[in-house]
Structures are given as structure tokens and as C-alpha cells.
RNA sequence: GGGUUUGUAGCUCAGUUGGAUAGAGCAGUGCCCUUCUAAGGCAAAGGUCGGGGAUUCGAAUUCCUCCAAGCCCA
């Protein structure tokens, strides 16, 4: 199906072309001034210093070959020189549902299959509000481009192989120092079932972290466990394997609550077994040198302004790194999953050491198949004073900190309700209200910015947030469920209109997400949408009209408005209800 | 010190390849529930787009310079 503003740019190419300025770029938009028109086009500015001639008279050279149609009316000129004009409503209610229609339909699938890292909570820890933009963002962009017909998967990416590991260990010997994992000599079958319960787990954690903080020898320990884990040692990596077990079952509680399903749940060390390889052959290939010790690949270009520091293979000690292990992750995914791309939903800070590490893999042309890398960052979540959002004893707030007051703010006003609610249907609703609420405020910026984390603007249910919408949804739906089915041809009255063309907007809403990775132009669309649709309602009784043609365009309209807000909440990972 | 990002209303943010009168939300002001859920609608108010310079018919947007802040690498 052709769309609105295709067959517009059609059009005047040719009007543009019949009036003698033959341009194969010639673009229409939105009209900047309502009363002006519906759509509006500029090119006539754009080509005025072309051609020698003031816009105006090319506007007007062009308006008078604009083809007789059934699209455009009312087309005028106005100064400097803009061709301003309104679409004929016959053609737009014919357009819109033939549209809706279309939108419907799944997209031809484009044959290109992304992996997307986002996720990267760290197993033992408990989720912080660091981790709730990954989360959001990255199962936006995995479902935008899961409607845009790419085969995608998620994989959470754990952080299963650092100090926290050496920490929980410790704390299980400390409390359970004769369990066979700690003995040394014992060579037989490690118990099935781990030794500690998920809400011990929990604990242990945060524990022995505050305390390794102010002890010196706890700390040195827990290195020294660490290490012994990494080496392989027996009865850790037995226990290792249990912390992760019970690890991902916590994990995955707080990610199904903000509704981010992961496909894979790797952590950092599944890829170990591609690191050997991996270092043997960037080192055998010659591509790496001996700097201080280190093993180093150089990576700077020419062009670069200034230079890149080295990717780092190996450290002095010859221990792998962090960046050695992400080296190793791609080959893993290049050969176990035959990716064409990998998007890499991370903070902003860790932009540099991504640049390193793909430019890494473009030198060593470690890969087989040119993988498209995609580092998509996020700003950080800062505090009131600019700086990242700590609590007042000094610690990142916990996710399900913040998710409990949110949801307490939500149950006070549900509770006031109208409505009367049971208690059951009370919780529900203002669980759903509440993730909306922190899901919504999270994407609707621009995700590259820096954000003031700012705990009302969380706690708020109305303007432009996630209850907003839902409210809206909730407004369409009870008069649907009021109204009868009848029977009519769909009609869009004049004053509705505006409705009609906010709808069709929908389009250029994905596209932007999915070319730029930004869910925050799902959010503005909901939300002007959502915010067209309230005038609608504000300026139309639709139950009680009494025109049945009337009556039935508008519960069309009312449907057509509530199943595109349901669409872009699905994109943005958000539920919604039909009542609140 | 090098790199990088940012600076738009009291606060939090939008602002398409330069285009008409710089837009939203929150807070504050005034209206609107005897009709579909007021978590809503309508109206008014709020701005030297960090400062200065340059390019242009035309700059929040491009270039230069200065100021301030964040982050990354040292």
C-alpha cells in the first residue's frame, strides 16, 4: 500500500517537474501553521537559489500545474513562498481505514537477524535503578524491530564471573564452613540442590560487600576466592553453578515484572570457551604486540583526530580482561546463533571500551561474516545533584524500592476510585498502573540524554506519562462497551479530522524508533495521540448522538484510536487495562 | 591534560536535511462534572534558545571563540 505522503511527494514531484523545475527530491510534510493546511511544501524555498527566482514565484509556478485530484484541496501559497494545503476528508476516512487495515498485517520479514545485549544485570546483586533503562529501552528496540520484520533475540548478558561471585562464596562458608564444596580433597559428585534458599541469597550479597568495604583482609579473601573460581578450582565452581541457578530465578522476577522476557540468559562466562582460541589467534595472527607487559592490539586509524588507546588482550599478569571476554562473545554469537547484527543496549559510559572492542574485531577480522556492532547508549540516571542517582546511605536505590513506592502512590489512588474495586482488582490495576507509570517516564526521553532521576516524576499519573494513556485506553473502551454494533458506512465528519490525521502518523512514529533506536518517538506519538483522542471526547457525545451515521464514525474513530494505543504499548513493553 | 557529551520557560524535557508565531508535561492562575471514567478538557501566563562573533533572504539548528557542567581515558 502506498502511504499519504508517498503518493503527496509523487505529485508535486511532477507538478514541479510540469512547471520547469525538474527535481526528484521534492518532499512534503506536516504544515507547521494548523489553519493553513494539513500538509505543507517547502521546496520551493529550497530551490529558489537553484533557479534565480524568488520562492514565491516558483510556489506559484508549481500551484498552477499541480494535477486535478482527489486527494488535495484548498491548495494555497503563502510567503516566503510554502505551498500550504489540506486533504480532501472523503479520500482521508477512505485512506484511514484501508490504512489501519495495513497496519495491521505482518510486515514482509527482512532476513536479517539481530541480537540485541541489553539487560546486563549482574547475578547475587539486586537490580538497581541503572538497570531499568537497559531493560525498557532494549525490549523496546527489540520489539520495534521485531514489528519491523527483523528476526531478533535478547540475551540478557549476566555479570556471572566477577567479584560478587567470590563474595557469596564466602558468605556460604562462613556460615556453612564443613560443606564438601570447601573441602579441597573431596573429589566425589557436588549435591544437587544448592545450599541456600533465593531469600538467602539475597542477602548475602549486599553483606559481606558493606563489610569487605571496611576490611581489608575480608577483601583480600574474597579476591583470593574469586581468582581460585576463575582458575577452575572444583568445589567453588560447583557452588558457582549454584549461585547462578538460583541467581537467574531472582533476576528473572524483577525483569517479568517490567515485562523485559529475555530469549537467551548467557552470562560473561558462557563465552570462556571461545577465550583460548580467541587470544591465540589475534596473538598467532600477529596482530597484537608486548607493551609494559601487556598484550596489546593497536587500533587507532589515520583519520582519527587523536589516538585510541589500545584494545588490551591480556593484562601484565596474562589474565584475560573484560574487554577479552566481549572479543569472545561476538565469535560466540557469530557461530551459535549466525547473527547479522548486534546491538549493544549499554550505558554511555562504556562507549569507549565499545569502540575498542569493535575496532578490535574489524582489524583482526576475527569474524567470518561482516556483523553489523550497533553500541547503542543510554544516558546515565543522575541525582538531583548531576552526579549518579545514589540513595542517602550512598547506594544505587533498588528496583524494587522504587517499584514499591510507585505502586503504594498507585493503590492510594485507585483506591479512590469511583468505581468500587475489590481488593483483588484494586492490586491488580495499580500494579499495571504503577510499571506504566515508571516504564513510560523512563522511554519517553530521548534515550542518549542524561536524566535527573527525580522520584515524583516517576510517582506521577498524569500528562504525559504511561496512566495518561492507559486512562485513555480505559475512556475509548467504556464507551465501546456501552455502545452497540451498527451498521454503517464509515463517514469522518469535519470535525474530527484531526483525529483521522493523528492516526495516520503512526508510520513515521516506527520508522524513527527503529532507525534510530529510540522508543521515545513511540512515547510522543502515544501521547499526542492519546491527547487528540481526550479533545475528541471533551468536544463529542458519542453514545448519546443521535445522527446514527454521526454516532457510528465516531465509535469508529474511538475503536481505530483505542487498538493503535494498545499497539504502541505493546512496542513499548508496556500493559495496559480496559478498566481503572 | 586529552577525548567526548550537554547547556532551550521556575523544574523535567521536545524541536526533522537551516524556514512562518521556538513546543510539551509538571508547578502556579482562571474556567468546565444534571450526558460516554475530571488520572480529563479549555484558556491565559511564563523565553536575551549559556555569552559573544561569523555565514545566510532566514540560525535553537552550520562554523569560530569564550563560559559552565557531566562522563570516559590518563
Redesign the pocket.
Known amino acids: 500500500m502506498e502511504l499519504l505522503v508517498d503518493k503527496l511527494n509523487k505529485i508535486f514531484t511532477k507538478a514541479f517537474c510540469d512547471a520547469g523545475y525538474d527535481e526528484s527530491e521534492i518532499?512534503v510534510?506536516?504544515?507547521?501553521?494548523e489553519k493553513?493546511g494539513d500538509f505543507?511544501c517547502?521546496s520551493p524555498?529550497?530551490l529558489?537559489?537553484k533557479y534565480h527566482k524568488a520562492p514565491f514565484i516558483i510556489a506559484n509556478d508549481v500551484l498552477a500545474h499541480l494535477p486535478q485530484n482527489d486527494m488535495i484541496q484548498n491548495a494555497t501559497v503563502?510567503n516566503?513562498g510554502?505551498i500550504?494545503f489540506f486533504v480532501d476528508n472523503t479520500f482521508l476516512a477512505k485512506y484511514l481505514e484501508e490504512y489501519l487495515q495495513e497496519v495491521e498485517k505482518p510486515r514482509k520479514p527482512t532476513d536479517k537477524k539481530v541480537l540485541i545485549d541489553y539487560g546486563g544485570a549482574n547475578c547475587a546483586k539486586p537490580l538497581h535503578v541503572g538497570h531499568l533503562r537497559s531493560a525498557d529501552i532494549g525490549e523496546a528496540i527489540k520489539r520495534i524491530s521485531k514489528f519491523m520484520g527483523d528476526d531478533c533475540i535478547g540475551d540478557v548478558h549476566l555479570g556471572d564471573w566477577g567479584l560478587q561471585m567470590g563474595m557469596v562464596i564466602y558468605a556460604v562458608w562462613e556460615k556453612h564452613p564443613d560443606l564438601v564444596y570447601f573441602d579441597e580433597n573431596y573429589t566425589g559428585e557436588y549435591p544437587k540442590e544448592p545450599p541456600f534458599s533465593m531469600e538467602e541469597l539475597k542477602v548475602m550479597y549486599p553483606s559481606i560487600s558493606q563489610r569487605a568495604k571496611e576490611d581489608e583482609i575480608l577483601h583480600e579473601k574474597v579476591k583470593q576466592i574469586t581468582y581460585q573460581l576463575q582458575q577452575g578450582r572444583r568445589g567453588y565452581v560447583a557452588l558457582w553453578r549454584h549461585i547462578i541457578e538460583v541467581s537467574k530465578k531472582l533476576i528473572k522476577q524483577d525483569y517479568d515484572k517490567l515485562n523485559a522476557n529475555f530469549d537467551l540468559w548467557l552470562g560473561e562466562s558462557d563465552s570462556k570457551k571461545y577465550q583460548d582460541e580467541v587470544i591465540e589467534y589475534v596473538i598467532k595472527n600477529g596482530y597484537s604486540r608486548v607493551s609494559d607487559g601487556a598484550t596489546i592490539v593497536d587500533i587507532s586509524l589515520p583519520e582519527d583526530?587523536?589516538e585510541i588507546?589500545p584494545f588490551m588482550l591480556l593484562n601484565s599478569a596474562g589474565a584475560a580482561l573484560y574487554s577479552t571476554t566481549e572479543l569472545a562473545t561476538i565469535v560466540q554469537r557469530e557461530r551459535e546463533f549466525n547473527v547479522d547484527e548486534i546491538i549493544y543496549v549499554v550505558d554511555?559510559?562504556q562507549e569507549?571500551h565499545f569502540t575498542q572492542v569493535f575496532r578490535c574485531v574489524k582489524k583482526t577480522n576475527i569474524l567470518k561474516k561482516n556483523i553489523d556492532l550497533k553500541f547503542v547508549g543510554f544516558g546515565?540516571m543522575?541525582g538531583p545533584d548531576?552526579?549518579?542517582y545514589k540513595t542517602r546511605d550512598g547506594r544505587a536505590m533498588g528496583l524494587n524500592d522504587l517499584m514499591d513506592m510507585v505502586k503504594s502512590k498507585?493503590l492510594e489512588?485507585?483506591s479512590q476510585?469511583k468505581?468500587g474495586y475489590s481488593q483483588e482488582e484494586i492490586e491488580n490495576?495499580s500494579n499495571v498502573?504503577a510499571i506504566s507509570a515508571l516504564k513510560f517516564a523512563d522511554l519517553c526521553?530521548?534515550r542518549?540524554?542524561?536524566?535527573?532521576f527525580?522520584v515524583d516524576?516517576f510517582c506521577?499519573?498524569?500528562?504525559?506519562?504511561g496512566?495518561?494513556i492507559l486512562?485513555t485506553i480505559?475512556?475509548a473502551n467504556?464507551?465501546l462497551a456501552?455502545t452497540e454494533k451498527l451498521s454503517k458506512d464509515f463517514c469522518l465528519l469535519e470535525e474530527d479530522r484531526k483525529l483521522a490525521l493523528s492516526l495516520i502518523k503512526f508510520t513515521d512514529a516506527v520508522k524513527n524508533a527503529y532507525e534510530k533506536s529510540a522508543p521515545s518517538y513511540i512515547c510522543?506519538y502515544a501521547?499526542s495521540l492519546a491527547?487528540e483522542f481526550?479533545?475528541f471526547?471533551?468536544k463529542?457525545?458519542?453514545?448519546?448522538e443521535e445522527n446514527l451515521e454521526k454516532k457510528y464514525s465516531k465509535i469508529m474513530l474511538t475503536n481505530y484510536t483505542k487498538n493503535m494505543l494498545k499497539k504502541c504499548m505493546d512496542l513499548l513493553a508496556i500493559n495496559t487495562l480496559e478498566?481503572?
Open positions: 518532499k510534510g506536516e504544515c507547521a501553521i493553513f505543507q517547502q524555498l529550497f529558489a537559489k503563502a516566503p510554502y500550504n583526530k587523536t588507546p554511555n559510559r569507549l546515565t543522575n548531576g552526579k549518579p498507585a489512588k485507585v476510585s468505581i490495576i498502573v526521553v530521548l542518549t540524554k542524561d536524566l535527573i527525580d516524576k506521577s499519573f498524569e500528562g504525559k506519562t496512566p495518561y486512562y480505559t475512556r467504556s464507551i456501552k510522543d501521547y491527547n481526550n479533545t471526547y471533551a463529542s457525545s458519542i453514545i448519546y478498566k481503572m
